[in-house]
């Protein structure tokens, strides 16, 4: 149906910069969003970043605000998530999630339908 790729992720000293990539494809034009949620070791998954696939709409948690950007190339069915100033706080698996309606909250992960493997970020102080 939707099949999620990512690549980037890994170690990186706090003030540093990673970009992380999620590719799409399959059914991807029943994709309504799709989002960056984080898991850190015995915390619940947190939701960072989210854009629509048609609008472009955008909405990030307040904890990455201003640092993280979040963005998509429609004709590749690509969305990145580029986190600059980077803190030891942002350690946690990052997921790529894909959301098929508009329904439900987009900053829930229960919501989100198809997820990619996930990776590590690793932020050193």
């Known amino acids: 149906q939707v099949q999620l790729v990512e690549s980037g992720g890994g170690l990186v000293q706090a003030g540093g910069s990673l970009r992380l990539s999620c590719a799409a494809s399959g059914r991807t034009f029943d994709s309504y969003a799709v989002g960056w949620f984080r898991q850190a070791p015995g915390k619940e998954r947190e939701f960072v970043a989210v854009?629509?696939?048609?609008?472009?709409?955008?909405y990030y948690a307040d904890s990455v605000k201003g640092r993280f950007t979040i963005s998509r190339d429609n004709g590749k069915n690509t969305v990145d998530l580029e986190m600059n100033s980077l803190k030891p706080e942002d350690t946690a698996v990052y997921y790529c999630?894909?959301?098929?309606?508009?329904?439900?909250?987009?900053?829930?992960?229960?919501?989100?339908?198809?997820w990619g493997q996930g990776t590590q970020v690793t932020v050193s102080s």
């Open positions: 854009i629509t696939w048609t609008g472009g709409s955008i």
């Open positions: 999630a894909a959301k098929l309606t508009q329904f439900y909250s987009d900053y829930d992960w229960v919501a989100y339908d198809y």
